[in-house]
């Protein structure tokens, strides 16, 4: 087991205490008819083994890219609990990652977690060249031998197919295909136990969105990280996960083997969210 998520909860608003039960899939709303407050993740439960690859799938607003986001600590959240068992306490045991002060959460997302953003521009910084980007993150991860980085840094640009010639070129001189290459590469440079990938491809072109999901996937077989992928393009989904999890309120209303969620979808909703993509 690599993460186990317990009934982690996102509520925007002043919660009344009666938001949880009053949204969800079981209600057919994600706000709260007392308060108004928006429950945007409902009671998440969610495993994921070491080199597993999850897809969660959804409308827009269903809560995907929130569950994410309070992986990574991107947001807080409201309630629950999430074991990451790479992180363990004095006595052997898996920490849950909500209660991490800041220096313990900078440590996790440098050395054991990343995420790729749909946006390349949050995931990078504009200050740096593509190479500087990718050295931020292993000397984050406790790299601060010069020649150590940099070959390092090499070793990545090399697996983008990114021209070493331009590895002090700024991100904004790159398409935004090499630019969520070079983020890529950023993220994989400390050897994450866990990707996370909200979104990875969309806004590229066909062909450049083939390209680097075929990059992500032999990536992955390479390393064996475990990875966390949101997107509403099933063909994304299919492409690269094992397992899949449909989201509709902030709750999860069906799980399974992707073959089996995309080609025999046992929730009313899933089959909807199918037959519309088909």
């Known amino acids: 087991m690599l993460l186990d998520i317990h009934s982690l909860s996102k509520i925007y608003g002043q919660s009344c205490g009666h938001c949880l039960d009053e949204t969800g899939e079981r209600q057919g709303r994600s706000i709260c008819p007392q308060c108004g407050s928006v429950v945007a993740v409902n009671r998440a439960c969610l495993q994921i083994e070491g080199d597993e690859i999850l897809g969660i799938v959804g409308e827009s607003g269903s809560g995907k890219s929130t569950l994410l986001q309070l992986l990574y600590r991107d947001v807080e959240a409201s309630s629950g609990e999430v074991f990451f068992h790479v992180i363990k306490d004095k006595k052997n045991r898996p920490v849950n990652i909500l209660d991490l002060d800041m220096l313990q959460t900078a440590r996790m997302r440098n050395e054991m977690m990343s995420m790729i953003y749909q946006n390349p521009r949050l995931g990078l910084n504009y200050l740096f060249s593509a190479g500087g980007n990718i050295a931020e993150k292993i000397i984050g991860a406790g790299e601060h031998r010069f020649e150590k980085i940099r070959n390092r840094v090499h070793h990545f640009v090399d697996k983008i197919e990114l021209p070493g010639t331009r590895v002090d070129d700024y991100p904004d001189t790159f398409s935004g295909g090499q630019q969520q290459r070079i983020q ?95």
């Open 184 to 278: 890529i590469a950023k993220a994989l440079s400390s050897s994450p136990n866990l990707l996370l990938l909200d979104e990875p491809t969309t806004g590229l072109d066909v062909s450049v969105q083939a390209r680097i999901l075929d990059l992500i996937k032999s990536l992955q077989k390479e390393m064996g990280f475990a990875m966390i992928v949101v997107s509403h393009d099933l063909g994304v989904i299919r492409h690269l996960t094992d397992i899949t999890v449909v989201m509709r309120h902030g709750s999860i209303v069906e799980y399974g083997l992707t073959d089996q969620i995309l080609e025999d979808p046992q929730h009313g909703y899933t089959q909807l969210l199918v037959s519309s993509i088909l």
